[in-house]
């Protein structure tokens, strides 16, 4: 095969999920992150968090086509400790499509307790989030950490990623500790990964 056809082969998948976020978007704007799948750097940067020698499941809040959930596997997660909760039922049947071995959970992950259910065996090792938390009032951004941390082993991290400058949930919470990346330019727009442990 030449080469720019090989190169065209290896983009396909990538302009493919970019087209599914884009329709996606448009038709719900509010449900979705981001208009376009991270980039691999952010996701790379959100997986580096993640303690691939730990035991428990580890829970992404909104795979969407799986940008994240493909940097945690290169991480070195196993595909079998994955929680995948996705709201959009086209992005589950692609989900459980590109990862069989993983548990794909159709729900809404600001019910998540509700969405969970009994899909965890054991507590979290992590939570990784690509929800777009700061279109949503505090009140439901703090009840959806908290409910994070109930599902999650003490001192374990919640890891959300925003575009914003802020942070998406206060530094200030009480016994909880605040970490940030720096700013990742290499996304479009530019990131920055904030990670809470409750102690």
């Known amino acids: 095969m030449p080469l720019q056809s090989s190169v065209r082969a290896l983009k396909k998948p990538r302009l493919?999920?970019?087209v599914r976020f884009l329709r996606s978007w448009i038709e719900k704007p509010l449900h979705m992150g981001a208009v376009m799948p991270s980039s691999k750097v952010l996701a790379r940067t959100m997986a580096q968090y993640v303690d691939v020698l730990s035991e428990g499941p580890v829970v992404e809040l909104g795979p969407g086509t799986g940008a994240i959930t493909n940097a945690l596997i290169e991480h070195g997660v196993d595909?079998?400790?994955?929680?995948?909760?996705?709201?959009n039922p086209?992005?589950?049947?692609?989900?459980?499509?590109r990862y069989p071995q993983a548990k794909v959970v159709q729900g809404d992950a600001y019910t998540l307790r509700a969405s969970?259910?009994?899909?965890?065996?054991a507590p979290a090792s992590a939570v990784i989030s690509g929800l777009p938390l700061v279109t949503k009032p505090m009140l439901t951004r703090l009840k959806l950490i908290r409910d994070a941390f109930m599902a999650l082993a003490p001192g374990a991290p919640f890891i959300q990623f925003t575009?914003?400058?802020a942070p998406p949930i206060p530094k200030s919470l009480p016994g909880v500790s605040t970490e940030a990346s720096e700013r990742i330019w290499m996304n479009l727009p530019p990131a920055r990964v904030w990670v809470?442990?409750?102690g």
Do not use: H, I, T, W
């Open 16 to 18: 493919d999920d970019e």
């Open 196 to 198: 809470y442990r409750k």
């Open 90 to 97: 086209g992005f589950c049947a692609l989900l459980r499509d």
């Open 116 to 121: 969970l259910g009994d899909a965890l065996d």
């Open 163 to 165: 575009y914003s400058v």
């Open 79 to 87: 595909q079998k400790r994955l929680v995948l909760v996705e709201y």
